[in-house]
């Protein structure tokens, strides 16, 4: 498709299981976004990846929160051991580089819904 | 550090009227890019409009446009002749402009909500 898909977009799961969350970005878009929005909030980032270079992991919230991106393509945000204060929406938006016209406007999709209970 | 505020939790506007909403930002980057975001209820993360720091003008996009003040470091978002369909969450961000996109950072956001 033309956007960013992500998949699921809902998940239930019990405490302490693990949960993969998937993103799908627009093709040829280089850098990646993963953020969380808890009911009501605002947008926590979690982690951004730029083409090859290293991720910046400084949002991650935990060692329970993993996420990567294969073939600079699809990525996929892991959470182990989950917590009930995990659950939130899971943002996923791509971008394209640098020499993007307006210096990266992020396209967003749809979210995946975690409810941990 | 980055950091963006959005001091209006919630706003209320009567159709067709117009309404600001407000952002302020703090950044020790000389370069930095302006943005806001509308959420509907649906989820949905719409991009509205950008100004970059060194554009001369202020940014416009049909009944949107950003109030650009850079020595106050306000970036205002107005909504022209408000419809239904703005009542939504609307989120101000801000990305340092530099070799690397690096991330963005976002407000916490003002709920608006017009009535007929």
């Known amino acids: 498709g033309a956007g960013v898909s992500q998949s699921p977009s809902n998940k239930v799961t019990e405490k302490g299981k693990d949960v993969e969350l998937r993103c799908d970005p627009i093709?040829?878009?280089?850098?990646l976004y993963w953020y969380r929005q808890s009911l009501g909030q605002g947008l926590e980032f979690l982690i951004y990846?730029?083409?090859?270079?290293?991720?910046?992991k400084s949002g991650l919230p935990s060692d329970r929160f993993s996420a990567e991106r294969t073939g600079g393509s699809v990525s996929t945000l892991t959470i182990q051991r989950t917590q009930q204060e995990d659950s939130a929406v899971y943002l996923c938006?791509?971008?394209?580089?640098?020499?993007?016209?307006?210096?990266?406007?992020?396209?967003f999709g749809e979210g995946s819904r975690l409810t941990v209970l | 550090a980055q950091k963006i505020t959005q001091t209006q939790p919630g706003m209320f506007v009567q159709e067709k009227e117009a309404v600001t909403l407000d952002c302020t930002y703090d950044t020790s980057d000389p370069s930095y890019g302006l943005f806001w975001y509308k959420q509907p209820s649906s989820g949905e993360m719409i991009f509205l409009i950008y100004?970059?720091?060194?554009?001369?003008q202020n940014a416009t996009e049909g009944r949107y446009s950003l109030n650009f003040q850079k020595a106050r470091k306000s970036a205002n978002l107005v909504i022209s002749a408000s419809q239904l369909g703005d009542s939504a969450m609307y989120f101000c961000?801000?990305?340092?402009?530099?070799?690397?996109?690096?991330?963005?950072?976002f407000g916490r956001g003002t709920q608006l909500t017009v009535w007929p």
């Open positions: 938006a791509s971008s394209l580089g640098p020499s993007g016209s307006i210096a990266g406007e992020l396209f």
């Open positions: 093709s040829g878009h280089t850098a």
């Open positions: 100004q970059g720091s060194y554009d001369q």
């Open positions: 961000a801000m990305r340092p402009l530099r070799s690397t996109l690096g991330r963005l950072y």
């Open positions: 990846f730029q083409g090859n270079s290293a991720p910046d």
